[in-house]
Structure formats: structure tokens, C-alpha cells
């Protein structure tokens, strides 16, 4: 089993900046994808970032150019840089944990992006 813990989320202003961190533990696979979600009110759960082991960064277009995504293999976590941010990236963001047929999710940070 994995265990997936999200930090660092938070209230921000329009065009203000996040960083949210994702730590793995449990039994963690050699090789697997780190992923972000992000889950708005009343909508659903939409995939934001990705990196597969040793892979680059991908984005949901929305979110390109001003999010980056981060992974640090010793410490097995995952970093999402969110800078310039905007009223629609309200939501609660997962991180997801893919490994061959084997899947798991933590259990969201809050972001709000308001005024």
C-alpha cells in the first residue's frame, strides 16, 4: 500500500503563487508516474500535471507557463509550482500516484483563489 500526503495549499489572491508538495511512503513502487488533479466545485476531477520516472513535466493547456511541476526521486515527492494564479484554478488539487495496474490517490489540499 501507498500513502499519499498534499500540503500547501491555501487563500491567495488573483495572480498570486502556491506551492503545493506531495509525499510519498508505504510500499513505493520502483518506477511510477506522479501526477496533480484538480477538483473545482461541482465539477470534475481534472488531470493538471504529470511526470513519469526520469519523464518531463506535461500540462493541461490552461495551466501551461504557469505551473510547474517538480519531482525529487530521493525523497519521493512531487512539487507543484503555481504561480499567476487565477479564480479558475479554485479547486482541491490530489496527487495520484500510477504505477503499472496500481493506482492511489491522498486526500486533496485546498486552493482558493479569490479576491
Known amino acids: 500500500q501507498v500513502q499519499l500526503v498534499e500540503s500547501g495549499g491555501g487563500l491567495v489572491q488573483p495572480g498570486g503563487s502556491l506551492r503545493l508538495s506531495c509525499v510519498a511512503s508505504g510500499n513505493i513502487p520502483i518506477s511510477y508516474e506522479l501526477r496533480w488533479y484538480r477538483e473545482a466545485p461541482g465539477k470534475d476531477r481534472d488531470f493538471v500535471a504529470s511526470i513519469a520516472s526520469g519523464g518531463r513535466a506535461t500540462y493541461r493547456d490552461a495551466v501551461k507557463g504557469r505551473f510547474t511541476m517538480s519531482r525529487d526521486y530521493v525523497k519521493n515527492s512531487a512539487y507543484l509550482q503555481m504561480d499567476s494564479l487565477k479564480v479558475e484554478d479554485t479547486g482541491v488539487y490530489y496527487c495520484?500516484?500510477?504505477?503499472?495496474?496500481?493506482?492511489?490517490w491522498g486526500r486533496g489540499t485546498q486552493v482558493t483563489v479569490s479576491s
Open positions: 495520484h500516484l500510477v504505477a503499472g495496474w496500481s493506482a492511489y
